[in-house]
């Protein structure tokens, strides 16, 4: 974790950094890519969608390499793994974005608590937090349903934002103190966004970095695909090794972020 000694410096941080990609079984291509991240490269935590069409090959990798996964709770699209009522899905009966408020906070609760059960029947373990697809947990009736779930299953939780994270407190849900990552226009990571990036650390906490490594997706059109390649090259570089060690800094998954034995 950070804070350890790395290349004879002394860190100049004692934070828990997490660098977690999201999307792992969004897409083939994606996958392999995020697979390829975190064994060949630095990435340290990845979360899984269980509700696509390609979650077994995602589940197949992910026992192979025997990586660090939490659940991408999805409400965006793909099928969902509950019964919710048919006003809330498109016409061809997947999940909608756009009436993501539309949900109770019970049908979240519940399409929550399958796409958990999912994950632990295809993984043979729980995961290791929850964090949400598109962060649709800014909206209150979602957040409430994790906040729900995380408490009775324990789980972590990726906060985003200051508002969020108290409000995870307050119900004494573990989360982290910092989050940085975005997936515009532009590639979220590149070699001198990580160094910035390192250079920004607090001195302490539990910081979540997200990531989107990949493959450009072969299945369908993205607006994040070209993207997801840099970031893969970014975190496959020795350079990004380099970097870590330069800054002393040795990232960790979200088991190890808040195991107190380390």
Request: with cysteine.
């Amino acid at each position: 974790r950070a804070g350890h000694f790395a290349a004879q410096l002394v860190p100049m941080t004692f934070a828990r950094v997490i660098l977690n990609a999201d999307d792992l079984g969004y897409e083939p291509s994606v996958s392999l890519g995020i697979v390829e991240a975190m064994v060949d490269g630095i990435v340290s935590s990845t979360t899984l969608m269980v509700n696509t069409p390609y979650v077994d090959e995602a589940f197949n990798g992910a026992r192979k390499y025997n990586l660090s996964v939490g659940l991408h709770f999805n409400l965006a699209r793909y099928a969902p793994l509950s019964a919710p009522p048919s006003r809330l899905l498109t016409g061809h009966g997947e999940l909608d974005e756009d009436k993501v408020t539309q949900w109770t906070t019970e049908e979240v609760e519940a399409e929550l608590n399958a796409q958990l059960d999912a994950f632990e029947k295809g993984l043979k373990l729980p995961p290791t937090h929850i964090d949400v697809h598109k962060h649709l947990h800014l909206h209150a009736n979602v957040l409430a349903a994790v906040v729900n779930v995380a408490r009775r299953r324990d789980f972590p939780v990726r906060s985003i934002n200051d508002e969020m994270r108290a409000t995870l407190r307050q119900q004494k849900v573990k989360t982290n103190d910092a989050f940085e990552g975005e997936a515009g226009d532009e590639p979220g990571w590149t070699l001198a966004k990580l160094e910035a990036r390192l250079k920004a650390l607090p001195e302490n906490g539990v910081v979540e970095w997200m990531c989107h490594p990949g493959y450009e997706p072969k299945q369908f059109k993205s607006g994040y695909g070209k993207q997801r390649e840099v970031e893969r090259n970014t975190f496959v570089s020795l350079k990004a090794r380099e970097l870590l060690e330069k800054y002393g800094v040795e990232l960790c998954s979200w088991a190890e972020a808040f195991d107190e034995r380390l």
